[in-house]
């Protein structure tokens, strides 16, 4: 009985010093070390930049029921269909399952057209199938549930693929006829369109519109202040606006800035603008025009783009950065800088050994730093670099355990 006490005592005892030998090598770290990486950091300031394009409401006069050929946010091109007009709801129902019957028509189709296994390139395959449940993930986190349909058929359509290359699924040649005899089906019962909307110009359709469409005018540039966009309003929209088409061409930003910012730029001088919009967070812009106001204390800065995508053709306003100057280079924190014989530098530990490597810093903030990144061969900061961070006693060579 004793020998069983005193073997449990053992036990516990030799658990407790493992677990506090693990908790004094968990807190009390000599050597604290952070990996340097590339970065790009910028000189700049913050505007608030209100968008400027050329737009042209599009508008319909037809009692009849519009089905939109172009989706919201495409491209359209000079005097292509907008929306078809139709007598009554019902047809404009039937066109929509017809355009979805084709959308699956057309997909077995190009799932069928591939199905040899010796063929099938099983790892573009497999990377589709990857990125689609990426973007239904993205798409899901980012609470754009507008888009999970179309997301969620996209990852489908490619699990199919890979279940008919490998032969796990069949019967698609079945499912095709099928899907056929109904949109054939449907076409018979579809009634001709009494008319059709179409655009005066090339550009993005957006079937939303805020009233700035003719307060902020292109053709005005010179008498946008900042008083002008102080007073700005939107105006009323007609009710028989459908939408508009922003032109792709150029379309400008214009942002109230302290006079002493606008004097560090001229007009010509081609500069970044970094954005909040997903599929344009860097813009290249050329100054267009610097307006002062009547006091003289701030100023508008415009600036011309020619970028354009169906993100862009709906943003109004947004807060954006104006980046005078960009830095790349290796960023690790400030505190890991040290002075070594008057030599500015930081300790990297490479196994077992710590050694002194000169830098150059090229940026600096309160909390990190960017050196140079050296393209040849010597003793200088490699990208992903252990930079010690945190140690006493430091010195080129030294052993740690």
């Given amino acids: ?61 037809s009692d ?78 980012g609470g754009n549930y507008g888009e999970m349909s179309e997301k969620c ?7 199919n693929r890979k279940q008919v290359a490998l032969g796990v699924v069949t019967g698609l040649s079945e499912r095709l006829t099928s899907l056929k005899t109904e949109l054939d089906s449907l076409t018979a019962t579809l009634p001709a369109a009494v008319g059709s909307i179409t655009a005066k110009e090339s550009g993005y359709f957006v079937s939303k519109t805020d009233g700035y469409e003719n307060a902020l005018s292109t053709a005005d540039l010179e008498k946008i202040t900042p008083e002008f966009l102080a007073e700005v309003k939107p105006k009323e929209t007609p009710k028989n606006v459908i939408g508009k088409i922003v032109s792709d061409y150029e379309w400008y930003v214009a942002a109230t800035v302290p006079l002493n910012d606008s004097l560090k730029f001229k007009e010509g001088q081609e500069l970044t603008l970094l954005t909040t919009v997903k599929s344009s967070p860097s813009l290249a812009v050329t100054l267009k025009r610097i307006n002062l106001s009547e006091t003289e204390e701030t100023a508008v800065m415009i600036f011309v783009c020619s970028d354009m995508n169906s993100e ?32 500015k530098g930081v ?18 903030t309160d909390g990190y730093i960017l050196c140079e990144k050296k393209n040849e061969n010597g003793n200088y900061l490699k990208l ?18």
């Fill in 64 to 141: 009849g029921v519009l089905h939109f050929v172009t989706p919201d946010g495409s491209r359209v091109a000079k005097n292509g269909i907008i929306a078809n007009i139709y007598k009554n709801e019902s047809a404009s129902i039937t066109v929509s399952q017809m355009d979805v019957l084709k959308a699956q028509i057309a997909d077995i189709e190009d799932i069928l057209s591939y199905n040899d296994i010796e063929a099938a390139n099983l790892e573009l395959i497999n990377s589709r199938i990857s990125n689609a449940l990426s973007e239904v993930i993205h798409s899901s986190a």
């Fill in 1 to 61: 009985m004793k020998a069983s006490k005193f073997f449990r005592f053992f036990i516990l005892a030799l658990a407790a010093v493992f677990i506090i030998n693990q908790l004094v090598s968990s807190l009390y770290m000599p050597i604290k070390t952070e990996t340097a990486v590339f970065y790009t950091a910028n000189d700049g300031f913050k505007i608030t930049g209100h968008i400027i394009r050329g737009e042209t409401l599009v508008t319909s006069e």
């Fill in 312 to 343: 862009l053709a709906t943003v109004r306003s947004g807060n954006m950065t104006v980046v005078s100057k960009e830095y790349n280079g290796l960023k690790i924190p400030k505190r890991a800088l040290r002075v070594v014989d008057s030599q």
């Fill in 153 to 159: 058929e996209s990852l489908l359509s490619a699990n």
């Fill in 347 to 364: 300790f990297v530990q490479t196994g077992m050994q710590i050694n002194f490597v000169p830098v150059e810093v090229v940026y600096r």
């Fill in 384 to 401: 992903y670099d252990k930079v010690v961070v945190k140690g006493k006693n430091l010195y080129d060579g030294k052993i740690v355990g």
